[in-house]
C-alpha cells in the first residue's frame, strides 16, 4: 500500500486528477465514412464526430441512428447542449421521452461536438438558476452570460410584461446581451436595467440559447413607437410583429381628427377621462367626449356592466387604465433615444404641422418622427421634416375579418419599420408600471 495515499494533500491531488480524467465514452454509431457517435452514460453525453469531407444531417427520420440511440445511448429526455458550440451548427438538441433524436441537426466536416444533457449546465458551482418553472430555465453563467433553456415544445416569450422574470434578471449587470451565435435573429437581444428586462427575447422549442454581455445600454440608440390613433390597427400590428408592450393612450380608442390628439397631448391627458366631459351612446355603443369630439371608446364597456344606468364603474376603471397610459407615454418619450410616433387615418397637412409644432414642444428637443399610413397622396405631406407617409390603409375591421389580410398587412408594416431602422434589436419596451419620475 502506498501510505502517500493517506496523506491528505496527495488525496486531493488524486482525486482532482481523477476528476480531470476524460469520460468513459460507448460507441453507439459509426459509419465506414468516418460519422461516430459516443455516449458516456455517467455524464449524460453524446459526442459527435463527422471526420469525412461531407456534411451529415441528423434527423428523426434516420431509423439506424435511432435505433442505436436507444439502445446504446440510453439518452435522458429533453435538451442536449453543446459545451463547445460552433457557428454553423445548431448548439442544441432534443430527446423524445423515447430516447430519440426530436431535431434535425446539421453536422458540417470536421466536426467534433460534445452535447450534454441541460440538467448538467444547472450544477451548483456551474450557474446560479435564477428561475425554473419546470420547462423554462434562466441561469447566471457569471456576471456577462446568462442562458435560457426552454424544454417544453413551444416557444417562450420572454418580456417586460412578464414582472416575475423582469425582476428576477435584475441579478444580470445592467447591459446590451446578444446571442453571438445567431445574432442577427429576430428577438436575440436581451435588454437589462436597474429594473430588470427592458426587451422581448423569445426561445425556440426544446432549445437553448446563451446571451453574451455586449455594452451597455447607453451604446446603442433605443426607438419607442407611440401609436396617435386613428383606432386600433397600428396596436393590432404591433401585437402581430411581436413588437407590443403595455397600451398607449390612444391604442384603443377612436380619434377621427388628428387636431384632437395634438390638443390631448399638450394638455398633458388631463380631461381626457373626465367623467364630466364623457357620455355613453346606447345605439352606438360607445363612449364620446364632449371636448373633443372626434375622441370615443369602444373597449371600455364590458358585459358584466350597464352603462345605460350605472356608468360609474366604467368611468372608474377608465381613469385607473388611462392614468396608466398616460403616465408610460411619459415615460417613453423621456427615456427613450429616439420616438416614433404613428397615425393611421386620413389627415391634412395642416393638422401635421400643427403636430410637429407640439411634439417638439412635448419631446423638449428630443428626437421623433412621425409615421404617417393613409390613403391619400404622399405629396400632402411632401418636404415635412421627420414626416414619412405611404398611401396605405390598414383597416382593423377587415383585419379581424380576415387573418390572411391581417397577416399581410403586418409584412407591409414590417418592411416599412425595417426601413426606418426599428427592429426587435433597438426597439424601446416600456414597463407597465413606469417608475415614479
Not at 420547462?135 to 452570460?145: I, M, P, Q, S, V
Amino acid at each position: 500500500i502506498d501510505l502517500n495515499l493517506f496523506d491528505s494533500a496527495a488525496g486531493h491531488i488524486v482525486r482532482t486528477q481523477q476528476a480531470q480524467q476524460p469520460p468513459i465514452e460507448t460507441p453507439v454509431y459509426r459509419d465506414e465514412w468516418g460519422f461516430h457517435v459516443l455516449a458516456s452514460h455517467a455524464d449524460k453525453t453524446l459526442r459527435l464526430i463527422n471526420a469525412s469531407a461531407s456534411s451529415y444531417t441528423l434527423t428523426p427520420a434516420w431509423h439506424a441512428l435511432q435505433t442505436a440511440l436507444q439502445q446504446q445511448a440510453a439518452l435522458t429526455p429533453g435538451v442536449y447542449i453543446a459545451t463547445q458550440p460552433q457557428p454553423g451548427t445548431l448548439p442544441y438538441f432534443a430527446v423524445s421521452p423515447e430516447g430519440r433524436l426530436a431535431t434535425t441537426l446539421e453536422l458540417p466536416p470536421g466536426t467534433d461536438l460534445t452535447y450534454s444533457a441541460a440538467f448538467n449546465f444547472s450544477l451548483p458551482g456551474r450557474a446560479e438558476v435564477l428561475y425554473y418553472d419546470g420547462h423554462l430555465a434562466l441561469l447566471k453563467e457569471g456576471d456577462r452570460h446568462l442562458r435560457v433553456i426552454n424544454e417544453s415544445d413551444h416557444a417562450y416569450n420572454i418580456h417586460p410584461m412578464w414582472k416575475t422574470v423582469r425582476n428576477l434578471l435584475k441579478a444580470m449587470p445592467p447591459g446590451v446581451y446578444t446571442d453571438p451565435l445567431y445574432p442577427e435573429l429576430p428577438f436575440r437581444t436581451m435588454m437589462i436595467g436597474e429594473a430588470g428586462l427592458e426587451s422581448r427575447i423569445k426561445a425556440p422549442p426544446q432549445s437553448s440559447v446563451r446571451f453574451e454581455y455586449q455594452c451597455p445600454l447607453s451604446d446603442i440608440s433605443r426607438v419607442g413607437i407611440i401609436p396617435l390613433g386613428d383606432r386600433c390597427a397600428v396596436r393590432m400590428l404591433l401585437y402581430k410583429l411581436e413588437y407590443d408592450g403595455p397600451a398607449y393612450p390612444f391604442d384603443l380608442t377612436r380619434t377621427l381628427n388628428l387636431g384632437d390628439v395634438a390638443d390631448i397631448i399638450t394638455s398633458g391627458f388631463r380631461d381626457m377621462w373626465n367623467p364630466e366631459l364623457l357620455y355613453y351612446s346606447a345605439d352606438e355603443r360607445r363612449i364620446f367626449h364632449r371636448k373633443w369630439t372626434g375622441l370615443s371608446f369602444a373597449h371600455e364597456v364590458e358585459e358584466t356592466d350597464d352603462p345605460v344606468h350605472y356608468i360609474t364603474p366604467v368611468y372608474e376603471r377608465m381613469r385607473d387604465r388611462y392614468t396608466a397610459r398616460s403616465q408610460r407615454f411619459g415615460y417613453t418619450l423621456q427615456h427613450c433615444d429616439k420616438a416614433l410616433f404613428v397615425r393611421t387615418g386620413g389627415t391634412t397637412r395642416g393638422y401635421v404641422v400643427d403636430l410637429i409644432d407640439k411634439l417638439e414642444t412635448v419631446c423638449g428637443g428630443k428626437p421623433f418622427r412621425i409615421l404617417l399610413l393613409s390613403p391619400q397622396p404622399s405629396e400632402e405631406f411632401a418636404d415635412l421634416p421627420g414626416v414619412v407617409h405611404y398611401n396605405l390603409e390598414f383597416n382593423p375591421d377587415r383585419m379581424y375579418a380576415d387573418s390572411d389580410y391581417w397577416k399581410r398587412c403586418t409584412e407591409e408594416m414590417r418592411v416599412i419599420l425595417d426601413s426606418l431602422g426599428v427592429s426587435s434589436k433597438n426597439l424601446f419596451w416600456c414597463p407597465p408600471t413606469p417608475p415614479a419620475q
